[in-house]
């Protein structure tokens, strides 16, 4: 296999001129303010994107609400041909994806590569799905009646998505939403605007109708998720964030009875038994903890380690993160990139303090790199107290927190003192105990021996203050559909012919 080409910076922010003017039927030639996008590796602009105003959002909802026949009632082959081409556009584009998503977003270039491979599978599954009717058929038990079960969209859709997997996000929603019949308007997250625009762009010439997949830039999400949902017309709202905004999401809905789907906040329990292949547990723990610079819903936020193994795991693993290479995500063989943003710098510098200030030990001293760019060193600490924020808090940066624990029942009591419940890992070369543990870890998603867990094939979601609804697999497409239950008379004296 031949290496990927090195990326033209300067083309391909040349290449973004034009992209951020919005063309959604619901705001064209109506949005005069526009932001800029910055590069959180050097705070350089890269481009600047209309930032809407909310009082549009009625129009969007109208221009959406006009379609919402019309692409229901495609067949759900033609819908599934136009995922699939949207597939192949966005394999297709790589380069250009995921230079834009490595710039807006800093991750390193590997990873952005990855992350739209990863997109392009909820594009092919949800492609699959959309011909899959996962109706019932019954007999009523007592003669008479026939039953069927039958889905149709929800209609409107408002997909709300965060900053930190730009396209992943995406598609993960937008994909089954198409795939069901609803149309779609997408808000991303002001920090990372620019990947959903070109996804946008990619489905339409993929034959998604404009106003069947409209894309709103702004500033004002909190004014635009209000407006949106304040319209009876919107349906189903799929929000990916924080919990704080999960719940505000929750009390808009309730005036409209909107359906919803939460993708949110994490507090992976990353737990490594005494019996675990250490290199595989170090690996693993280095992929969940430092994939997205640590700033992802499943990255292992309470390293949990069993003694007999915890010396040795917390050495190799403060080893292996120092020898990560920072830098912009463009640079060849770059591994780390710099947080999302200055105040998420900030959290994460205050994390450490107040860790380390209550006694934490530091196996690896991280924080801060001077200079431009939100450059965070990777830090490990171990015997983290118990009362200190990071214990409780959603880290969001490459610091790996690690308590020791003594029997499994231990380790399972520490993993289970979280309201969160979205993703957990367990590590042990004994099958059952692994399993044994995981069983009892209350996270909507298991990681068994490995440190990635979402796949597009297969429920993606949490429990608790984590969320409700799944992404992925076939929840994650009937999830954007509503239950039907005809009940046919159907009376013996004209059905059953005696004959
Ligand atoms: P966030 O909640 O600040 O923002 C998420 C989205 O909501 C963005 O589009 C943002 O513009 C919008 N938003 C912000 N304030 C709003 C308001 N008041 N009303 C309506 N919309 C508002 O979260 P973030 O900082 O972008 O992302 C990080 C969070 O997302 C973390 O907690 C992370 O765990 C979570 N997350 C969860 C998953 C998952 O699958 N469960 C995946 C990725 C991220």
């Known amino acids: ?40 590796a050097t705070g350089e602009t890269l481009a600047r994107v209309d930032d809407a105003p909310a009082e549009l959002a009625e129009s969007v909802v109208d221009v959406a609400a006009r379609a919402q026949v019309a692409w229901e009632h495609r067949t759900p082959r033609e819908r599934a041909d136009v995922l699939r081409r949207a597939h192949e556009l966005v394999l297709a584009d790589e380069d250009r994806l995921a230079a834009v998503m490595t710039l807006e977003m800093g991750k390193p270039l590997a990873e952005s590569r990855a992350e739209v491979r990863f997109s392009a599978e909820y594009l092919r599954w949800f492609s699959e799905e959309a011909v899959r009717d996962y109706g019932t058929y019954r007999e009523a038990p007592n003669g008479g009646a026939k039953l069927l079960l039958t889905r149709r969209a929800a209609g409107v859709a408002v997909l709300i998505t965060p900053w930190n997997f730009p396209l992943a996000m995406g598609t993960r929603k937008a994909a089954p939403a198409l795939a069901a019949g609803c149309t779609v308007i997408l808000k991303p997250a002001a920090l990372t605007p620019l990947s959903a625009l070109l996804l946008a762009d990619l489905m339409h010439r993929a034959g998604v109708p404009e106003e069947a997949l409209q894309v709103v830039t702004t500033t004002d999400s909190r004014g635009w998720s209000a407006g949106l949902m304040a319209d009876p017309r919107v349906r189903k709202v799929s929000f990916t964030g924080s919990t704080r905004v999960g719940s505000t999401i929750i009390r808009q809905s309730a005036e409209h009875v909107q359906k919803l789907s939460l993708e949110l906040g994490g507090d992976a329990p990353f737990v490594v038994l005494d019996d675990a292949d250490l290199d595989r547990a170090v690996e693993g723990a280095l992929v969940s903890k430092i994939r997205n610079g640590g700033q992802a819903c499943v990255a292992a936020n309470r390293i949990l380690v069993q003694e007999g193994i915890a010396d040795e795991f917390t050495a190799e693993l403060a080893r292996r993160l120092g020898e990560l290479r920072l830098g912009h995500g463009l640079d060849e063989g770059v591994q780390l990139g710099p947080l999302i943003s200055g105040s998420a710098r900030e959290g994460a510098c205050a994390l450490l303090e107040d860790a380390v200030g209550r006694g934490a030990e530091v196996a690896l001293a991280g924080g801060a790199v001077n200079g431009a760019g939100h450059f965070f060193a990777p830090a490990v600490l171990d015997d983290v107290p118990a009362d200190s924020d990071i214990a409780t808090n959603e880290i969001f940066a490459p610091i790996a927190a690690v308590r020791r624990f003594a029997s499994d029942a231990e380790g399972v009591a520490l993993a289970n003192e979280t309201r969160f419940g979205l993703a957990g890992y367990v590590f042990s070369q004994d099958i059952d105990r692994a399993m044994g543990v995981a069983h009892s870890l209350r996270t909507g998603v298991l990681g068994v021996n490995k440190g990635l867990v979402a796949d597009a094939t297969s429920e993606f979601g949490g429990n608790g203050y984590s969320g409700y609804g799944r992404e992925g697999g076939v929840e994650g497409m009937t999830d954007f559909q509503v239950l039907r239950q005809f009940n046919i008379d159907a009376p013996a004296s004209k059905w059953q012919l005696d004959v």
């Open 1 to 40: 296999m031949t290496a990927p080409a090195a990326i033209d910076r300067a083309a391909v922010v040349a290449g973004l001129e034009g992209l951020g003017r919005l063309t959604a039927p619901g705001v064209r030639g109506r949005v005069e303010a526009d932001f800029a996008v910055d590069d959180p």
